[in-house]
């Protein structure tokens, strides 16, 4: 690998970047002895443009015994938690953003109801944010101001750990499951959920990716199980686990809140009271397609917020097609 710098006839300059190469090219050199130790050998799974991916793994030899997970054949209800935020427009000084939360709820081996709330209209300016019935940090606020992407994110974690919270202090037990991992910096349970919610009732967290998918040894013993099967990866306040819940289902990562029922119980309730299709859990895929927005709700939503604040539509063009045009070059 080399860095080249181009130019244009008879141009100067290029001194500085030709010493900047340099530099960077040292650094090749101190990535290279590194990479050495560190992937050298390595199963290596190439990024598909962000999307998430799983692996195939062939059968290995491990002595990884996974453990089984036996149905505890308790009607406790689950209920699985999921939103979306989106941007619906923006000023010179604040951006409009919509959030939709939905929850599924399973029972006694299929999805019994479900609930939706939005769309959530949140306003955000530099005097703060409005419509999420709860204030912000300043660490928060200045987030949300810096970024489209960054300002959802933080919207709908801020909508979804309202709901988990709301479920987790029903008077009925209840198995809540969140979609993503509990232990994420920049997740909705970054602060720990009270403990006083967590004495009946127990939060999961549910990744569908995550870098131990990619632990070949675990996986491939679980993927050899003949039935629904788990192993712990890290124990903890917050437990850690790669679990598959059908004979050929997939392998996925599951967080526990601290709880007084151990893994294996969670587990078994999860199995007995929701259904799953390739492993993954009818609940959580009610809650993921009825809390997204379709193309028709954004048109609904843009002549709602037209008409009733009585807004001005400016006419827009794509930016980027503009200023950097297209290249067709293979990738």
């Known amino acids: 690998m080399s860095n080249s710098i181009l130019s244009l006839p008879n141009s100067d300059g290029t001194g500085l970047l030709d010493s900047l190469a340099n530099e960077f090219k040292r650094c090749f050199q101190e990535l290279a002895e590194e990479a050495e130790r560190h992937l050298s050998g390595k199963n290596f799974i190439f990024s598909r443009y962000g999307k998430a991916i799983y692996p195939y793994f062939g059968t290995t030899e491990t002595a990884l015994v996974p453990g089984c997970i036996f149905p505890i054949k308790e009607g406790r209800p689950v209920a699985s938690v999921d939103s979306t935020c989106v941007l619906v427009g923006e000023t010179s000084e604040g951006?409009?953003?919509?959030a939709r939360t939905a929850v599924g709820v399973a029972h006694n081996g299929a999805v019994k109801k479900?609930?939706?709330?939005?769309?959530?209209?949140v306003y955000s300016s530099r005097s703060g944010v409005t419509g999420l019935g709860t204030s912000l940090s300043p660490p928060e606020l200045a987030m949300i101001l810096s970024d489209h992407e960054i300002?959802?994110?933080?919207?709908?974690?801020?909508?979804?750990?309202?709901?988990?919270e709301s479920l987790l202090s029903a008077e009925e037990a209840l198995v809540v499951m969140a979609d993503g991992s509990l232990k994420h910096p920049f997740g909705q349970f970054s602060r720990p959920v009270p403990r006083s919610l967590?004495?009946?009732?127990?939060?999961?967290?549910?990744?569908?990716?995550?870098?131990?998918?990619?632990?070949?040894?675990?996986?491939?013993s679980l993927t050899k199980a003949t039935g629904p099967s788990y192993h712990l990866v890290e124990d903890g306040a917050v437990k850690t686990a790669l679990a598959k819940f059908s004979h050929d289902g997939l392998v996925f990562r599951?967080?526990?809140?601290?709880?007084?029922?151990?893994?294996?119980?969670?587990?078994?309730?999860?199995?007995?009271?929701?259904?799953?299709?390739?492993?993954?859990?009818?609940?959580?895929?009610?809650?993921?397609?009825?809390?997204?927005?379709?193309?028709?709700?954004?048109?609904?939503?843009?002549?709602?917020?037209?008409k009733r604040f009585r807004l001005r539509k400016l006419p827009t063009f794509t930016l980027r097609s503009i200023a950097l045009g297209s290249f067709k070059g293979g990738a």
Not at 114 to 121: A, C, D, E, K, V
Not at 151 to 164: C, F, L, P, S
Not at 290 to 305: E, G, K, N
């Open 114 to 121: 479900f609930f939706r709330l939005g769309p959530i209209l």
């Open 151 to 164: 300002a959802e994110r933080v919207i709908r974690n801020i909508v979804e750990r309202r709901v988990v």
């Open 95 to 98: 951006a409009l953003y919509a």
């Open 198 to 220: 967590l004495k009946e009732s127990c939060l999961v967290g549910f990744s569908k990716s995550s870098n131990l998918i990619f632990s070949e040894a675990a996986v491939s």
């Open 254 to 306: 599951l967080d526990f809140a601290e709880n007084p029922e151990t893994v294996e119980i969670t587990l078994g309730r999860i199995l007995w009271n929701d259904a799953f299709s390739a492993g993954y859990p009818e609940s959580l895929k009610v809650a993921h397609h009825l809390s997204i927005f379709s193309r028709a709700d954004d048109q609904a939503l843009r002549a709602y917020v037209t």
